[in-house]
C-alpha cells in the first residue's frame, strides 16, 4: 500500500535529520527523488544512500528562501526525473540551529530569518510546483510544520512559531483554490524529534504518551500516506505526528 511508483518527489532540507527519512521513505516506495539542502554535500551525501539502497536520487542544493533558486531547482529536478508530484517543504530549522529567546529579546534580523524559512520557504515551494501539478490533475504538497505552530508552547520560539502557522494558513486557502484540480496539501504537526538530544529532550520524551521522541522515519510513513492515492480525499488538514501529545 501506498506505492508511488513513478511519482517524483522533491523534499527541501533533506539533507539531514527528519528530511531524510522523508526522502528515503519516498524512495522505497518507489518514488524518485530530488533531495535539496541550502548544504550541497549533504544533499550528495542523502542522494548516495538512496541510490545505494537501489532508489533513484539525485541533489538539487538551493536556499528555500530564494524564490528564483527554488524556481531553478524545481527545473532540473524536472529536467531530469520528469516534473514533480510530490512537494515537500521540510526546510524550517535555521543552518545556525534554533535560536531560542524570549519575543521581547528578539530582534527584526531574527524575525525575518524565521519568516523567510518558515513561510516564504513553502510560499515560494508550493508557488513553483502547483502550476505544473494543476496542469497535469494530480499533485501532493505536504508541509512539515511543527506543534509550535499549532499551540502556545513555554520555550521561547515565537516567531518561528509564527512562520509554521503561517503556512499553515496559507495551505488552507490554496488548499481550496487546487482541490477541483486534483491537488491535495496538508500538513504535518510534529512534536519533539529524537535528532535533539539534551536532557531537556529526555525529559520531553516521558511526557509523551507513547514514550517516546519521534524518529524520521514516523514522518516518512505519514508523508507516504498523505502523498499517496489512499489520502486522495485529505486535504487541507493538520495531522499532529507527535505521540498522543497535546490530544
Ligand atoms: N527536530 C524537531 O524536534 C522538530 C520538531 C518539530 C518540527 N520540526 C520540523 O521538521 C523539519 C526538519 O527539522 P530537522 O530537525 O530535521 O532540522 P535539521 O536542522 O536537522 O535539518 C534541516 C536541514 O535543512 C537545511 N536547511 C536549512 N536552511 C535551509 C534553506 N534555507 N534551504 C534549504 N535547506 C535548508 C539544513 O542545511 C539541514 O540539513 C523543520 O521544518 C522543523 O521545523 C522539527
Request: proline share 5%.
Amino acid at each position: 500500500m501506498f506505492e508511488l511508483d513513478g511519482k517524483v518527489a522533491l523534499v527541501t532540507g533533506a539533507g539531514q535529520g527528519v528530511g531524510v527519512g522523508i526522502a528515503t521513505v519516498l524512495a522505497t516506495q518507489g518514488a524518485a527523488i530530488a533531495v535539496n539542502d541550502i548544504d550541497a554535500d549533504r544533499a550528495a551525501n542523502t542522494v548516495a544512500a538512496i541510490v545505494a539502497a537501489g532508489g533513484s536520487a539525485i541533489a538539487v542544493p538551493f536556499d528555500v528562501t530564494d524564490y528564483d533558486a527554488v524556481v531553478a531547482g524545481v527545473a532540473t529536478a524536472r529536467a531530469a526525473l520528469g516534473p514533480v508530484d510530490i512537494m515537500v517543504p521540510n526546510a524550517g530549522i535555521p543552518t545556525a540551529g534554533m535560536p531560542q529567546l524570549p519575543f521581547v529579546e528578539t530582534s527584526p534580523e531574527l524575525w525575518r530569518r524565521l519568516i523567510d524559512l518558515n513561510l516564504y520557504g513553502v510560499l515560494h515551494c508550493a508557488h513553483a510546483a502547483l502550476p505544473s501539478m494543476c496542469e497535469r490533475g494530480w499533485g501532493r504538497v505536504i508541509v512539515i510544520s511543527s506543534e509550535a505552530g499549532r499551540l502556545g508552547l513555554d520555550i521561547n520560539v515565537a516567531l518561528y512559531g509564527a512562520g509554521k502557522a503561517g503556512a499553515v494558513g496559507l495551505l488552507r486557502h490554496v488548499a481550496m483554490e487546487v482541490a477541483p484540480l486534483g491537488v491535495t496539501m496538508n500538513a504535518l504537526s510534529l512534536g519533539l524529534m529524537n535528532n535533539v538530544s539534551s536532557d531537556w529532550a529526555t525529559a520531553v520524551a516521558r511526557t509523551v504518551p507513547r514514550r517516546r521522541l519521534g524518529s524520521p522515519t514516523d514522518v516518512g510513513a505519514a508523508v507516504a500516506f498523505l502523498a499517496s492515492d489512499a489520502a486522495d480525499w485529505i486535504t487541507a488538514q493538520v495531522l499532529p505526528v507527535n505521540g498522543g501529545s497535546h490530544a
